[in-house]
T-cell receptor, first 113, second 114 residues
Framework: NAGVTQTPKFRVLKTGQSMTLLCAQD?????MYWYRQDPGMGLRLIHY???????AKGEVPDGYNVSRLKKQNFLLGLESAAPSQTSVYFC????????????FGPGTRLTVL | AQTVTQSQPEMSVQEAETVTLSCTYD???????LFWYKQPPSRQMILVIR??????QNATENRFSVNFQKAAKSFSLKISDSQLGDTAMYFC???????????FGQGTRLTINP
């Protein structure tokens, strides 16, 4: 049982390049989330999904797109990376229970030059 | 909108001491849940403790306990007999069951000195 995994762990991009971050969970959770973590700002929700084929915007969605084609996978895309997107990105999943405990992946450190 | 505030960016104590981290939140909801997450240098987010708003009794997990004051919208974390392994960022977080979305505070960087 691997829990929540993220690929890649580190990435460096040049401004304007594109990339996709992959999140996978093996806990059969309905809910999946993408956060970004910046110094002094905690974790902020980018996009989330309440089930296969569904996505919704979070607090800071601009510049990102997501897809949930399979229940176990949640992809985060950057079409044209900007230095402001330099951050650590976390994926999380949850079963959607009353308190919806979320399980986090190990994070991806992205640097945009 | 719900907000969570951690007013202590950094704290430092000696090993074996007790330390309390502060958290306040703002919500108009009556039914919700509060969490403390720990993020060690490995970056992994680890759930430390959870409190249901409808429960008056404060949650406890071994050396970790909370002081939940619903009327004051305050949710502090107390770490007793602190250990070097407690060195980490600590995040307070709020969730309302209907939204299923966590709202995090800014975090407190805790250092335990030998």
């Amino acid at each position: 049982n691997a829990g929540v995994t993220q690929t890649p762990k580190f990435r460096v991009l040049k401004t304007g390049q594109s990339m996709t971050l992959l999140c996978a969970q093996d806990m059969n959770h309905e809910y999946m989330y993408w956060y970004r973590q910046d110094p002094g700002m905690g974790l902020r929700l980018i996009h989330y999904s309440v089930g296969e084929g569904t996505t919704a915007k979070g607090e800071v969605p601009d510049g990102y797109n997501v897809s949930r084609l399979k229940k176990q996978n949640f992809l985060l895309g950057l079409e044209s990376a900007a230095p402001s997107q330099t951050s650590v990105y976390f994926c999380a999943s949850g079963a959607g229970t009353v308190y919806n405990e979320q399980f986090f992946g190990p994070g991806t450190r992205l640097t945009v030059l | 909108a719900q907000t969570v505030t951690q007013s202590q960016p950094e704290m430092s104590v000696q090993e074996a001491e007790t330390v309390t981290l502060s958290c306040t939140y703002d919500t108009s909801e009556n039914n919700y849940y509060l969490f403390w997450y720990k993020q060690p240098p490995s970056r992994q987010m680890i759930l430390v403790i959870r409190q249901e708003a409808y429960k008056q009794q404060n949650a406890t997990e071994n050396r970790f306990s909370v002081n939940f004051q619903k009327a004051a919208k305050s949710f502090s974390l107390k770490i007793s007999d602190s250990q070097l392994g407690d060195t980490a960022m600590y995040f307070c977080a709020f969730i309302h069951p209907a939204s299923q979305k966590l709202v995090f505070g800014q975090g407190t960087r805790l250092t335990i000195n030998p």
